[in-house]
C-alpha cells in the first residue's frame, strides 16, 4: 500500500485502538515526527518500520499487502494486462469479439461525435444540453476502452509487448482526454486549439508506436496485418504534425475499419485452434 492510504490506514487503526501518537510511540520505539510524517502520506517508511507500527497496533502486514494486491489484480484483470494462462479459448475469442464490436460502435459515433465538436468548437454551437453531450462522450470513450482492450488482449496472446504497453497508454490518454472534455463544459472558456494539439500529438506518438507494434504481427496474422500498421503509421503521423492533422482525421476512418477487421481475424483464428482442440 503506498503513500497517502498508508498513512491514512495507520491513522484508523491507532485511533480505533484508542490510541493517541504519544502512545503509539511508546509502544513501537519510533520517533512521534515520524508517526506525524507517516500519517500525513508525507514519507514512504521502511518495511522495518511498517512492520513495527503495524505490531504495534495487533495488525498484520499481509492483509494490507493482499488489499493492495488485489486491486492491482483486478486493474490489470480490466484493462485485459493480466490473463491467466488457464483461460480457455472461448474467454480470449469472447473479448475479442467484444472489442471488435465495440471498434464498430466507436466508429459509428464517431461521425455523430465529429458534428457535434465540430459546431461546438468551429461555429460554437452546442446543439446538446450539458447531459447528452456527457453521456454521448462516455458512451464513445467506454467503446474505445473496450475496442482497444483487444489489442492489448493480441500483444498478450502474441507476445507483443509494444503492442500491448501502447495499447494501455492508448485507452489512458482517451480516459484523460474525455474527462477534461466533458469537465470543460464547466469551466467556460478554454483554449479548444491547444487542446486539439495536445490531442494530435499525444494521439499521434503513440499511434505511429501502435502502427509499428501491429506490422510486427505480420508474421502471424499475414498482410493484414501490414497494412493497418502502414496506415496507423501515415493517420497517426499526420496527426502528430498537427499541420496535417485534419489529414490525419480523415484517414482515421479506414485506419478503423482496418483495426476493426485486424482484431474479428485474430477472434476467427483463436476460435478455429479451439475447434481443432476440440476435434483432437
Known amino acids: 500500500m503506498n503513500q497517502p492510504a498508508l498513512g491514512i490506514k495507520i491513522s484508523e487503526l491507532r485511533k480505533s485502538k484508542g490510541l493517541t501518537q504519544e502512545e503509539l510511540v511508546e509502544q513501537c520505539n519510533i520517533s512521534v515526527r515520524t508517526i506525524q510524517r507517516i500519517e500525513a502520506g508525507e514519507v514512504t517508511p521502511r518495511s522495518y518500520t511498517i512492520k513495527t507500527i503495524l505490531s504495534a497496533l495487533d495488525y498484520d502486514l499481509e492483509k494490507i499487502q493482499t488489499v493492495d494486491s488485489n486491486v492491482t489484480k483486478e486493474f490489470k484483470k480490466l484493462f485485459l494486462l493480466e490473463v491467466d494462462d488457464s483461460k480457455e479459448a472461448s474467454f480470449l475469442t469472447r473479448q475479442l469479439s467484444i472489442s471488435w464490436i465495440s471498434g464498430i460502435v466507436y466508429f459509428i459515433l464517431g461521425f455523430g461525435e465529429f458534428v457535434v465538436d465540430y459546431l461546438r468548437y468551429f461555429q460554437d454551437n452546442m446543439i446538446l444540453n450539458t447531459t447528452a453531450y456527457s ?146
Not at 462522450?137 to 496472446?157: E, N, P, Q, Y
Not at 509487448?161 to 467556460?188: A, C, E, N, P
Open 135 to 280: 453521456i454521448l462522450k462516455l458512451v464513445v470513450l467506454t467503446s474505445i476502452i473496450l475496442f482497444m482492450r483487444g489489442f492489448v488482449l493480441s500483444g498478450k496472446i502474441f507476445k507483443n509487448y509494444l503492442l500491448k504497453i501502447t495499447s494501455f497508454i492508448f485507452i489512458l490518454m482517451g480516459i484523460v482526454f474525455y474527462t477534461y472534455d466533458i469537465l470543460s463544459l464547466h469551466f467556460g472558456e478554454f483554449d479548444f486549439v491547444i487542446l486539439l494539439g495536445a490531442q494530435g500529438v499525444t494521439y499521434g506518438i503513440i499511434g505511429v508506436l501502435l502502427g509499428i507494434s501491429v506490422i510486427r504481427l505480420q508474421n502471424a496474422l499475414g498482410t493484414s496485418a501490414k497494412v493497418t500498421g502502414i496506415f496507423e503509421i501515415i493517420t497517426y503521423g499526420c496527426m502528430a504534425t498537427v499541420v496535417l492533422g485534419f489529414l490525419g482525421y480523415i484517414m482515421l476512418t479506414p485506419t478503423i475499419i482496418l483495426e476493426v477487421i485486424l482484431l474479428y481475424k485474430i477472434s476467427q483464428m483463436l476460435k478455429a485452434k479451439q475447434m481443432e482442440t476440440q476435434l483432437d
